[in-house]
């Protein structure tokens, strides 16, 4: 039985990618898909009797990433799925010469027993990820394996699905997993992106942003209320605080661009500018940003200046075209009054004020206590009021009904 049979929702992050020109050929995925495999099976027969930082593997972890990384350039996608006797790689069945038959159905038989029934990442696996997948392959799994396999070393981007391969999954539950895991790419992205830019580091690509914002608009499209729901996560720990709030300031402009009736480009625009708007911190002291309550002028300096810093990074080694101006715009413009105390009024485009009344309804920042989604729209309307378009505060107060 195909995915394709037994998955009528589509599964966790699965498209069809036959159709574009400028995606990969069925024949370049077909060899992709067989060099992540014997890299695996590499892998795998090589745990046996090695540990994970062992020399021995890093030829098929490199074969492993090249593939991955080209998959995920082609389909924005990497998902191998096992089935009761083949593998698939992104909806597409793998096949194998006959000296590689018998090395394709060990692995298989492999990740069946250990109850792993996909290997799915739509973002670039960090060097950390691929070994930990050495530890996933080794004699000492453990027991229970979750969706970021072992809780105890979580892996970052890649997504498990576990459990029996034969039984059909409830479409219920996968689209509930789809939510989280697009929702928690998202908020890693951000955190990921904050980090390299205080070092100087590299980043992810753009795309990979793209492509996670591109399913954000999509999974709005299909369950509205649903969608909105994730807006209510809140950080378990301070240093993602970021990657929640940006990734819940994404959630509430997508669905705010959806209800004013704007077009699923310019909602991909606004999702992309909602990921990258607080960036700027990256150029913030830590000890300030540690701070708690009210911040000295010197301070206030620091975080006047990150917006941007924020826009800076939007199109930071990039070709610079229409879209990333509006990005990088929204994402400056959101952090300006609409009414100044002193001077002409700022024109801020619509982008920018969107995410304006997006951006105050979120979580704790590590200077400001947080407030309540009704608390938060109070303020708007009343000592804040000159933040904000009133306008669209009317109307966001009934598209964030469901979260007061």
């Given at each position: ?14 498209q069809?990618?036959?159709v ?29 009797n ?57 692995l ?16 670039p ?6 070994r ?22 979580p ?10 391969v ?16 697009v ?14 830019l205080r070092?100087?580091?590299e980043?992810?690509p753009l795309?990979?942003?793209?492509r ?16 909105l ?43 992309m500018?909602?990921?990258?708007h607080?960036?700027?911190?990256a150029?913030?002291?830590?000890n300030v940003?540690?701070?708690q ?25 990039r ?7 509006e ?17 002409a ?6 982008g ?17 206590r ?21 306008a ?6 009934k ?6």
């Amino acid at each position: 039985m195909s995915p394709r049979d037994r998955r009528p929702d589509g599964g966790v992050l699965s498209q069809v990618f036959d159709v574009s020109g400028a995606q990969a050929t069925r024949e370049r995925r077909q060899q992709l898909g067989r060099d992540a495999v014997m890299a695996l099976n590499a892998i795998q027969r090589n745990a046996r009797n090695y540990g994970e930082d062992n020399k021995v593997f890093g030829p098929p972890i490199a074969q492993l990433k090249a593939a991955v990384m080209e998959l995920l350039g082609a389909d924005g996608l990497f998902e191998l799925e096992i089935t009761d006797d083949e593998l698939w790689i992104n909806r597409q069945a793998i096949r194998f010469d006959a000296g590689s038959v018998p090395l394709a159905a060990n692995l298989r038989n492999e990740l069946r027993e250990r109850g792993i029934r996909a290997i799915v990442t739509h973002l670039p696996p960090p060097d950390t990820d691929l070994r930990l997948l050495v530890r996933l392959l080794s004699p000492a799994v453990p027991r229970t394996l979750g969706p970021r396999g072992d809780p105890s070393q979580p892996l970052k981007t890649f997504v498990l699905r576990t459990g029996p391969v034969a039984a059909a999954p409830d479409p219920a539950s996968e689209r509930m997993t789809r939510y989280a895991t697009v929702y928690a790419s998202a908020a890693f992205f951000v955190n990921h992106t904050i980090q390299q830019l205080r070092v100087g580091g590299e980043l992810i690509p753009l795309w990979a942003a793209s492509r996670m914002v591109q399913d954000l608009v999509d999974l709005q499209g299909a369950a509205p209320l649903r969608f909105l729901r994730l807006a209510r996560m809140k950080p378990d720990q301070p240093d993602r605080y970021w990657g929640i709030h940006a990734a819940n300031v994404a959630v509430l402009a997508v669905t705010f661009g959806a209800r004013l009736g704007l077009s699923k480009r310019r909602r991909h625009d606004l999702g992309m500018a909602a990921l990258f708007h607080d960036v700027g911190i990256a150029a913030i002291p830590a000890n300030v940003l540690a701070k708690q309550g009210k911040l000295d002028q010197k301070d206030r300096g620091f975080l006047d200046a990150s917006p941007l810093f924020a826009a800076r990074a939007i199109l930071r080694d990039r070709e610079v075209h229409g879209a990333a101006l509006e990005r990088a715009l929204a994402a400056y413009e959101c952090h300006l009054d609409m009414v100044p105390k002193e001077g002409a009024p700022p024109e801020v485009g619509l982008g920018g004020r969107i995410l304006a009344i997006c951006e105050s309804l979120t979580t704790d920042r590590p200077f400001r206590r947080a407030h309540s989604p009704r608390e938060a729209i109070g303020i708007m309307t009343t000592e804040q009021l000159f933040r904000f378009d009133p306008a669209l505060v009317d109307l966001f107060v009934k598209v964030a009904q469901p979260l007061l």
